[in-house]
Nanobody, 122 residues
Framework: VQVVESGGDLVQAGGSLRLSCAAS????????MDWYRQPPGKQRDLVAG???????NYAESVKGRFTISRDNAKNTVYLQMNSLKPEDTAVYYC?????????????????WGQGTQVTVSS
């Protein structure tokens, strides 16, 4: 299973970016996909997540500014980021939780992408 993010860039404060994350490979289904971010020298934290049924959750710091959505047919999740602030600067990572059918049964695995850099200048 491969998870690939794209869309990171340098943007001015107040601007917008749209990140994409695509999962590919052999799996039965994608249970949920999440966006995390890791600022320089800090820990990686959850930004937003979406389940296969479309239920979403957001970090308080991005509510009202970021929107997560998914295209199940493309196994892709998007993160629309508006009103960006310098404190949003970070490497953004995508995590996909997938179900894989094996001889012993159906198992859940978690896969990370390589990350995409978002830099917001003041």
């Amino acid at each position: 299973v491969q998870v690939v993010e794209s869309g990171g860039d340098l943007v001015q404060a107040g601007g917008s970016l749209r990140l994409s994350c695509a999962a590919s490979g052999t799996f039965s289904s994608i249970n949920r996909m999440d966006w995390y971010r890791q600022p320089p020298g800090k820990q990686r934290d959850l930004v937003a997540g979406i389940t296969s049924g479309g239920r979403t959750n957001y970090a308080e710091s991005v509510k009202g500014r970021f929107t997560i959505s998914r295209d199940n047919a493309k196994n892709t999740v998007y993160l629309q980021m508006n009103s960006l602030k310098p404190e949003d600067t970070a490497v953004y990572y995508c995590n996909a939780e997938v179900a894989i059918l094996q001889p012993a049964g159906l198992f859940t695995y978690s896969y990370w992408g390589q990350g995409t850099q978002v830099t917001v200048s003041s």
